[in-house]
Protein backbone atom coordinates (compact mmCIF):
# COMPACT_ATOMS: atom_id res chain seq x y z
CA UNK A 1 0.00 0.00 0.00
CA UNK A 2 2.35 2.57 0.85
CA UNK A 3 4.79 1.24 -2.46
CA UNK A 4 1.37 2.59 -4.41
CA UNK A 5 0.80 5.66 -2.32
CA UNK A 6 4.45 6.76 -3.17
CA UNK A 7 4.05 5.86 -7.00
CA UNK A 8 0.90 8.00 -6.99
CA UNK A 9 2.35 10.64 -5.28
CA UNK A 10 5.12 10.89 -8.09
CA UNK A 11 2.70 10.51 -10.89
CA UNK A 12 1.91 13.80 -9.90
CA UNK A 13 4.72 15.62 -10.50
CA UNK A 14 5.58 14.25 -14.33
CA UNK A 15 3.08 14.62 -16.81
CA UNK A 16 0.48 12.40 -17.68
CA UNK A 17 0.80 9.89 -20.28
CA UNK A 18 0.78 10.97 -23.46
CA UNK A 19 -2.62 10.12 -25.38
CA UNK A 20 -2.45 9.49 -29.13
CA UNK A 21 -0.05 9.42 -32.10
CA UNK A 22 3.21 11.89 -31.82
CA UNK A 23 3.22 14.06 -34.24
CA UNK A 24 6.31 16.42 -36.32
CA UNK A 25 8.02 19.46 -35.38
CA UNK A 26 5.87 21.09 -38.33
CA UNK A 27 2.24 19.33 -37.26
CA UNK A 28 2.99 20.48 -33.68
CA UNK A 29 3.44 23.59 -34.96
CA UNK A 30 -0.03 24.01 -37.07
CA UNK A 31 -1.46 22.60 -34.32
CA UNK A 32 -0.16 25.94 -32.28
CA UNK A 33 -1.56 28.33 -34.61
CA UNK A 34 -4.73 25.99 -35.01
CA UNK A 35 -5.51 26.50 -31.17
CA UNK A 36 -4.20 29.99 -30.57
CA UNK A 37 -3.54 32.28 -33.61
CA UNK A 38 -0.86 32.97 -36.25
CA UNK A 39 2.42 34.47 -35.04
CA UNK A 40 2.88 38.32 -35.80
CA UNK A 41 6.48 38.98 -36.82
CA UNK A 42 8.62 41.04 -38.85
CA UNK A 43 7.74 39.75 -42.03
CA UNK A 44 10.59 40.27 -44.49
CA UNK A 45 9.02 40.59 -47.40
CA UNK A 46 6.85 43.76 -46.48
CA UNK A 47 9.56 44.50 -43.77
CA UNK A 48 10.97 47.65 -44.04
CA UNK A 49 8.96 47.76 -46.98
CA UNK A 50 7.76 45.60 -49.41
CA UNK A 51 10.07 44.48 -52.41
CA UNK A 52 9.67 44.62 -56.04
CA UNK A 53 7.79 41.26 -56.99
CA UNK A 54 6.68 40.86 -53.68
CA UNK A 55 5.61 37.85 -52.18
CA UNK A 56 4.87 36.01 -55.35
CA UNK A 57 8.05 36.21 -56.73
CA UNK A 58 10.01 35.36 -53.54
CA UNK A 59 7.37 32.37 -53.47
CA UNK A 60 8.72 31.33 -56.67
CA UNK A 61 12.13 31.25 -55.94
CA UNK A 62 11.95 29.72 -52.54
CA UNK A 63 9.76 26.53 -53.44
CA UNK A 64 12.42 24.76 -54.27
CA UNK A 65 13.84 25.12 -50.61
CA UNK A 66 10.64 24.52 -48.94
CA UNK A 67 10.09 21.93 -51.11
CA UNK A 68 13.47 20.14 -50.41
CA UNK A 69 12.81 19.53 -46.56
CA UNK A 70 10.17 16.89 -47.36
CA UNK A 71 8.86 16.13 -43.82
CA UNK A 72 7.23 19.83 -43.38
CA UNK A 73 6.62 20.19 -47.47
CA UNK A 74 4.64 16.93 -46.90
CA UNK A 75 2.77 18.80 -43.82
CA UNK A 76 2.68 22.33 -45.28
CA UNK A 77 0.95 20.22 -48.41
CA UNK A 78 -1.70 18.37 -46.00
CA UNK A 79 -2.84 21.62 -43.41
CA UNK A 80 -3.17 23.84 -46.62
CA UNK A 81 -4.94 21.36 -48.90
CA UNK A 82 -2.39 21.53 -51.69
CA UNK A 83 -2.14 18.78 -54.22
CA UNK A 84 0.32 16.15 -54.06
CA UNK A 85 1.68 16.94 -57.45
CA UNK A 86 3.38 20.24 -58.69
CA UNK A 87 2.23 23.20 -57.23
CA UNK A 88 0.67 26.62 -59.06
CA UNK A 89 2.36 29.61 -58.65
CA UNK A 90 -0.46 30.37 -56.63
CA UNK A 91 -0.48 27.34 -54.66
CA UNK A 92 3.14 27.64 -53.89
CA UNK A 93 2.45 31.67 -52.52
CA UNK A 94 -0.12 29.48 -50.14
CA UNK A 95 3.11 26.85 -49.03
CA UNK A 96 5.29 30.18 -48.58
CA UNK A 97 2.88 32.22 -46.75
CA UNK A 98 2.68 28.80 -43.98
CA UNK A 99 6.05 28.26 -44.16
CA UNK A 100 7.35 32.05 -43.16
CA UNK A 101 4.94 31.60 -40.35
CA UNK A 102 6.52 28.10 -38.99
CA UNK A 103 9.59 30.00 -39.33
CA UNK A 104 8.41 32.39 -36.67
CA UNK A 105 7.19 29.90 -34.42
CA UNK A 106 9.72 28.14 -32.16
CA UNK A 107 8.70 25.33 -29.98
CA UNK A 108 11.14 24.08 -27.00
CA UNK A 109 11.50 20.86 -25.69
CA UNK A 110 10.56 19.87 -22.27
CA UNK A 111 9.13 16.52 -19.71
CA UNK A 112 12.03 14.39 -21.54
CA UNK A 113 10.73 14.98 -25.40
CA UNK A 114 7.19 14.45 -23.80
CA UNK A 115 5.46 17.97 -24.56
CA UNK A 116 6.91 21.56 -25.62
CA UNK A 117 6.10 24.99 -24.20
CA UNK A 118 5.53 28.22 -26.64
CA UNK A 119 4.97 31.73 -26.61
CA UNK A 120 3.88 33.59 -29.33
CA UNK A 121 2.65 37.28 -30.01
CA UNK A 122 -0.55 37.55 -31.93
CA UNK A 123 -3.38 39.83 -33.21
CA UNK A 124 -6.72 38.47 -32.70
CA UNK A 125 -8.79 40.41 -35.76
CA UNK A 126 -9.91 44.15 -34.65
CA UNK A 127 -8.22 43.31 -31.16
CA UNK A 128 -4.67 44.32 -29.45
CA UNK A 129 -1.60 42.46 -29.39
CA UNK A 130 -1.37 39.69 -27.35
CA UNK A 131 1.92 37.22 -25.59
CA UNK A 132 0.35 33.80 -25.59
CA UNK A 133 1.78 31.07 -23.50
CA UNK A 134 1.20 27.66 -23.18
CA UNK A 135 2.17 24.06 -23.47
CA UNK A 136 1.57 21.03 -26.20
CA UNK A 137 1.72 17.29 -25.54
CA UNK A 138 3.65 15.32 -28.50
CA UNK A 139 0.47 14.09 -29.95
CA UNK A 140 -0.99 18.06 -30.45
CA UNK A 141 -3.09 18.58 -27.63
CA UNK A 142 -2.69 22.39 -26.64
CA UNK A 143 -2.96 24.01 -23.15
CA UNK A 144 -2.89 27.89 -22.49
CA UNK A 145 -1.21 29.05 -19.50
CA UNK A 146 -1.46 32.80 -20.28
CA UNK A 147 -2.53 35.74 -22.10
CA UNK A 148 -1.03 39.04 -21.45
CA UNK A 149 -1.42 42.64 -23.27
CA UNK A 150 1.87 43.24 -25.54
CA UNK A 151 2.96 45.69 -28.14
CA UNK A 152 3.97 44.87 -31.70
CA UNK A 153 6.73 43.25 -32.82
CA UNK A 154 10.17 45.27 -32.73
CA UNK A 155 12.15 44.44 -36.19
CA UNK A 156 15.67 44.77 -35.74
CA UNK A 157 17.48 47.12 -38.20
CA UNK A 158 20.99 46.18 -37.08
CA UNK A 159 24.02 44.51 -37.56
CA UNK A 160 24.64 40.46 -36.51
CA UNK A 161 26.97 39.56 -33.89
CA UNK A 162 29.95 38.64 -36.07
CA UNK A 163 30.04 41.92 -37.83
CA UNK A 164 33.52 43.71 -37.89
CA UNK A 165 33.79 47.72 -37.26
CA UNK A 166 36.81 49.54 -38.63
CA UNK A 167 38.72 51.23 -36.32
CA UNK A 168 42.27 53.24 -36.27
CA UNK A 169 43.17 50.10 -34.21
CA UNK A 170 42.10 47.54 -36.52
CA UNK A 171 38.68 45.58 -37.04
CA UNK A 172 36.84 44.91 -33.85
CA UNK A 173 33.70 42.89 -33.19
CA UNK A 174 30.61 45.04 -32.51
CA UNK A 175 29.81 43.27 -29.62
CA UNK A 176 33.09 44.31 -28.29
CA UNK A 177 32.32 48.42 -29.46
CA UNK A 178 31.59 50.51 -26.11
CA UNK A 179 31.10 54.17 -25.24
CA UNK A 180 34.23 55.77 -25.97
CA UNK A 181 35.66 52.99 -28.23
CA UNK A 182 37.57 55.49 -31.41
CA UNK A 183 36.16 54.11 -34.55
CA UNK A 184 36.48 55.58 -38.55
CA UNK A 185 33.62 57.67 -39.59
CA UNK A 186 32.84 59.26 -42.72
CA UNK A 187 32.17 63.83 -42.64
CA UNK A 188 29.74 65.59 -44.39
CA UNK A 189 32.84 66.24 -47.32
CA UNK A 190 33.40 62.19 -47.12
CA UNK A 191 36.92 62.51 -45.27
CA UNK A 192 37.57 59.69 -43.21
CA UNK A 193 38.21 60.48 -39.25
CA UNK A 194 38.62 59.15 -35.63
CA UNK A 195 35.93 59.95 -33.62
CA UNK A 196 34.36 58.23 -30.22
CA UNK A 197 31.25 55.80 -30.10
CA UNK A 198 28.65 57.78 -28.33
CA UNK A 199 25.78 55.47 -28.19
CA UNK A 200 25.52 51.66 -28.55
CA UNK A 201 21.86 49.80 -29.26
CA UNK A 202 21.42 46.16 -29.22
CA UNK A 203 18.05 44.29 -29.88
CA UNK A 204 16.95 41.08 -28.92
CA UNK A 205 15.68 38.75 -32.28
CA UNK A 206 12.04 37.53 -32.97
CA UNK A 207 11.71 34.03 -33.71
CA UNK A 208 11.58 33.99 -37.30
CA UNK A 209 13.93 36.95 -37.99
CA UNK A 210 15.68 37.27 -41.32
CA UNK A 211 18.91 39.01 -42.27
CA UNK A 212 20.04 40.00 -45.57
CA UNK A 213 23.21 38.05 -46.80
CA UNK A 214 24.82 40.75 -49.56
CA UNK A 215 28.86 40.08 -50.87
CA UNK A 216 29.91 42.47 -53.17
CA UNK A 217 31.97 42.85 -56.36
CA UNK A 218 35.07 42.85 -54.77
CA UNK A 219 34.25 40.47 -52.31
CA UNK A 220 33.20 41.85 -49.48
CA UNK A 221 30.35 40.88 -47.36
CA UNK A 222 27.73 41.82 -44.50
CA UNK A 223 24.89 39.98 -42.29
CA UNK A 224 22.45 42.70 -41.41
CA UNK A 225 18.36 43.20 -41.48
CA UNK A 226 16.61 44.34 -43.86
CA UNK A 227 15.58 47.90 -42.09
CA UNK A 228 19.65 48.97 -41.83
CA UNK A 229 20.54 51.68 -44.16
CA UNK A 230 23.61 52.31 -46.06
CA UNK A 231 25.47 55.42 -46.22
CA UNK A 232 23.22 56.72 -48.61
CA UNK A 233 20.09 56.50 -46.63
CA UNK A 234 18.25 53.17 -48.86
CA UNK A 235 17.32 49.99 -46.51
CA UNK A 236 18.89 47.46 -47.08
CA UNK A 237 16.06 45.44 -48.09
CA UNK A 238 15.27 47.20 -50.91
CA UNK A 239 18.51 45.92 -52.52
CA UNK A 240 18.71 44.09 -55.18
CA UNK A 241 21.65 41.81 -57.50
CA UNK A 242 23.24 44.38 -59.76
CA UNK A 243 22.83 47.84 -57.34
CA UNK A 244 25.34 49.65 -56.45
CA UNK A 245 27.29 49.56 -53.08
CA UNK A 246 29.85 51.59 -51.34
CA UNK A 247 32.00 51.86 -54.92
CA UNK A 248 30.96 48.29 -55.91
CA UNK A 249 28.57 45.97 -57.08
CA UNK A 250 25.54 44.01 -55.14
CA UNK A 251 26.66 40.47 -56.56
CA UNK A 252 24.56 38.57 -53.98
CA UNK A 253 21.53 39.40 -52.34
CA UNK A 254 20.26 36.50 -50.26
CA UNK A 255 17.55 36.45 -46.70
CA UNK A 256 19.02 34.00 -44.13
CA UNK A 257 17.28 33.06 -41.01
CA UNK A 258 19.26 34.11 -38.31
CA UNK A 259 20.83 32.32 -35.63
CA UNK A 260 21.92 34.93 -32.99
CA UNK A 261 20.24 36.22 -30.41
CA UNK A 262 21.09 39.81 -30.40
CA UNK A 263 21.32 42.19 -32.91
CA UNK A 264 23.71 45.56 -32.75
CA UNK A 265 24.19 48.95 -33.78
CA UNK A 266 26.67 51.93 -32.61
CA UNK A 267 26.98 56.31 -33.05
CA UNK A 268 29.81 57.53 -33.66
CA UNK A 269 29.98 61.14 -32.67
CA UNK A 270 29.95 63.55 -35.88
CA UNK A 271 27.48 65.13 -38.22
CA UNK A 272 26.93 61.80 -40.44
CA UNK A 273 26.61 58.64 -38.07
CA UNK A 274 28.50 56.48 -40.69
CA UNK A 275 30.51 54.07 -39.97
CA UNK A 276 32.12 50.97 -41.92
CA UNK A 277 30.94 47.39 -40.73
CA UNK A 278 32.78 44.42 -42.79
CA UNK A 279 34.57 47.04 -44.59
CA UNK A 280 31.14 48.51 -46.07
CA UNK A 281 30.02 52.39 -45.39
CA UNK A 282 26.51 52.12 -43.17
CA UNK A 283 24.78 54.54 -41.35
CA UNK A 284 23.83 54.37 -37.78
CA UNK A 285 20.41 53.34 -36.63
CA UNK A 286 20.53 55.51 -33.60
CA UNK A 287 20.76 58.43 -35.24
CA UNK A 288 17.29 58.69 -35.86
CA UNK A 289 16.13 57.17 -32.67
CA UNK A 290 15.02 53.83 -34.33
CA UNK A 291 15.25 50.43 -33.40
CA UNK A 292 18.17 49.66 -31.02
CA UNK A 293 17.95 50.04 -27.79
CA UNK A 294 20.63 51.73 -25.42
CA UNK A 295 22.18 48.71 -23.80
Same mark, same amino acid.
Given at each position: ?147 ? !? =? ?7 ? $??? *? #? +? ?6 ? @? ?97 ? !? =? ?7 ? $??? *? #? +? ?6 ? @??
Amino acid at each position: MLALLAAAACGSVNPAPVVGRPLSTTQLKFAVMDAVGKPVYCDPDFYPIAREGGEQANAISTYPQIKADTGAYAAIVAHEHLPSGDLTDAQKLVAYKAWKLLRALTLTETYNGQAYVFQIRIQPTGGTYQMVAGQMRVDGVVSVTSRT !A =TSAPNCPIC $LAA *S #T +LIATPRGP @VLVTDVHVGTVVWTETADGSRIAAPVIEIGSMPVPAGHMMVHLVLADGRELLVSPGHRTADGRPIGTLERGDSLDGSTITRWDLIPYVGEWTYDLLPAG !A =TGRYWANGI $LLS *S #T +LTSGLGAS @VR
